[in-house]
């Protein structure tokens, strides 16, 4: 046996999870949850089981964020998984990415999870919701445009009350797209606001296609609306989330037509008695005040109110006068504050102040410099006496009297013959000019 034949457990355990996920890319299971947990991590672990055995399933954080549904125990599910391999204890196992209720329940599930989910947020409460106005002008009809219960609603609306307005919203009532056109039937109904009640139904079917009116999208927007909603949705005995959360349920379309229109001849009746009660009270009304304006003329004669008008508005024109003088002098005060005011932010004008305080520095500047001139002459006088008394005392001047300085090589000054050889070089300094010479002999003499 070679060395590579000899498996380590790691080996085995990650082969046989290679081997397994290619073999089943992806599969279909239903059965029974038992055992769920959900963890801390987010992530959810349970074994799905039938009568005979049971699998583990992981359903980690970033699947079971887009379920329908939290799994639990005894529950049927459907899920969708590929089979892997828990390597550190060998155990293989199911990784779920979908889950969904199992069986020909699914859809009654779900209805039952999103009327009890409504419930709970008090939106199928009786007190949130809107009763029908007392007088209806203009009927909104959310359907479609050629299914039977729009045609139910317009025979019913003729019969009873032709004067009323219809508008129709329309909108597909079944399929895959007919819950989003529902939707924005709605939003648009509410945006344009035209309406005194909205009808939103469709005829009978199944219950995949009374499906679309069991979105929890639309109950929401159903629930929310301004407008009193009549859901009429199916046959009597469908039921659907939009009936629940809408104001009124009518069981048919041509039902909630009768509950939106009032019946025409008792309209008519009701207004006729009225007519007449309400022409019985003028009668009564006009003959019982008849004494009361008489005695009103009467006194409105003694009263003369013209002439009392005439006084009054006199007394008007005075007091409007009055206050028109009032109001003069008082502008007439406040205009010569103003003036005060502005003389005085005039003074206090920091261009002003630069203005003069820049004269200011320029006389200054002037008596600075007359100053400095007066400095400079006294000084250039004291300059010239000095100059002439150091002078007086200054060598060169003993020069200009005919004497010499006479220096050596080094240039120092010569004072003595002992500090000259024949032979050297003799600089003599004279007033005017250098002179170089030789030394031949020197005395001490």
Request: charged share 20%; hydrophobic share 40%; net charge positive.
């Amino acid at each position: 046996m070679s060395q590579a034949d000899i498996y380590t457990v790691s080996r085995l355990n990650s082969e046989v999870r290679l081997t397994l996920e290619l073999q089943f890319k992806q599969l279909w299971l239903v059965g029974e949850v038992s055992n769920f947990v959900a963890a801390s991590s987010g992530h959810w672990y349970f074994s799905l089981k039938d009568q005979a055995a049971q699998v583990k399933v992981a359903m980690f954080k970033q699947a079971n964020r887009y379920a329908s549904l939290q799994p639990r125990n005894g529950q049927q599910v459907l899920i969708r998984a590929r089979i892997s391999v828990y390597e550190p204890r060998g155990e293989y196992q199911l990784l779920a990415d979908m889950v969904e209720p199992a069986g020909d329940g699914l859809l009654k599930q779900q209805y039952e999870q999103l009327k009890a989910q409504l419930a709970a947020e008090g939106l199928l409460a009786p007190e949130r919701k809107k009763p029908l106005p007392g007088q209806v002008k203009r009927v909104g009809v959310v359907t479609s445009p050629t299914g039977a219960a729009i045609r139910d609603i317009l025979t019913v609306l003729q019969r009873r009350a032709p004067a009323l307005e219809i508008i129709i919203y329309p909108s597909q009532v079944q399929g895959a797209t007919a819950a989003q056109q529902l939707v924005q039937a709605l939003q648009n109904a509410i945006r344009r606001n035209e309406v005194d009640v909205l009808i939103i139904g469709r005829g009978g079917g199944s219950l995949e296609d009374l499906w679309c009116f069991n979105d929890e999208t639309l109950a929401r927007q159903i629930a929310h609306c301004p407008i009193p909603t009549v859901s009429a949705v199916g046959h009597e005995i469908d039921f659907t989330i939009a009936d629940f959360v809408a104001d009124i349920r009518a069981a048919t379309p041509s039902a909630a037509a009768e509950l939106v229109s009032p019946d025409q001849q008792q309209q008519i009746q009701l207004l006729a008695k009225n007519a007449a009660r309400l022409v019985q009270v003028m009668h009564n009304y006009l003959r019982n005040k008849a004494p009361a304006v008489q005695h009103l003329q009467h006194r409105l004669q003694l009263l003369d109110p013209a002439r009392r008008l005439q006084q009054q508005q006199q007394r008007l024109d005075e007091l409007q006068l009055a206050l028109t003088r009032a109001l003069q002098r008082q502008l007439q005060q406040s205009q010569q504050r103003v003036t005060q005011l502005e003389q005085r932010v005039y003074q206090q004008n920091p261009a002003l102040q630069l203005s003069r305080q820049a004269t200011q520095l320029n006389q200054l500047h002037q008596r600075l410099q007359q100053a400095m001139q007066h400095q400079l002459q006294q000084k250039h006088q004291h300059w010239l006496l000095y100059s002439s008394r150091l002078n007086t005392v200054s060598p060169l001047a003993t020069l200009q009297r005919g004497y010499s300085i006479s220096l050596d090589a080094q240039g120092k000054i010569v004072t003595k013959a002992e500090q000259l050889q024949p032979g050297d070089c003799l600089h003599s300094r004279l007033a005017q000019g250098t002179v170089i010479s030789v030394v031949r002999q020197t005395s001490q003499e």
